[in-house]
């Protein structure tokens, strides 16, 4: 859908709006951000062209707007692969479950941002596997005793006493 200039700085604004007020995303073309990039880029050739027009205030609350609604978006989704990694990845637990990210991958994503949401999860997906207990249990100990072995010791000394 091609979108005119002035019409564009409307959507910018209800896009805006909804990114404030809902914890979801709001609904925007999947080709939002080129949208957005080629709407600042015409802002732009315009202010060069005439530095003094009108166009320098649109180009920076437009810029402004943008900016804000990209870190509205990243927040939320950032915060979406944080709690899907909390609910589907249990740190300490033996056999974690699978994944299911058809059902808790947010609405409303673009590519771009698809794209971020899965690169998070595999990054905390990753981080979380690093620090489990099943990947030191493994390894085992620092000192080279399991992990069980310490338990034994540990309920040796605790009998002692």
């Given at each position: 859908m091609i979108i005119m200039q002035g019409d564009f700085f409307q959507v910018l604004r209800r896009v805006q709006k909804e990114e404030r007020?809902?914890?979801?995303?709001?609904?925007?073309e999947n080709d939002f951000y080129k949208q957005l990039r080629d709407y600042i880029r015409n802002l732009e050739r315009s202010v060069a062209s005439d530095p003094f027009g009108n166009e320098q205030l649109l180009l920076n609350n437009a810029q402004r707007i943008a900016t804000e609604i990209c870190e509205l978006r990243e927040s939320k989704i950032t915060k979406a692969a944080n709690n899907n990694i909390y609910r589907s990845f249990l740190l300490f637990k033996k056999d974690n479950p699978q994944f299911d990210l058809l059902d808790t991958t947010p609405l409303n994503l673009t590519d771009e941002e698809e794209t971020l949401y899965f690169a998070l999860m595999d990054a905390l997906?990753?981080?979380?596997?690093?620090?489990?207990?099943?990947?030191?249990?493994?390894e085992g100990s620092l000192d080279g005793t399991s992990l069980e072995d310490e338990g034994e010791e540990y309920d040796k000394d605790f009998d002692e006493d």
């Open positions: 007020n809902k914890s979801s995303l709001a609904r925007v997906k990753s981080h979380r596997y690093r620090i489990s207990l099943d990947e030191y249990a493994e």
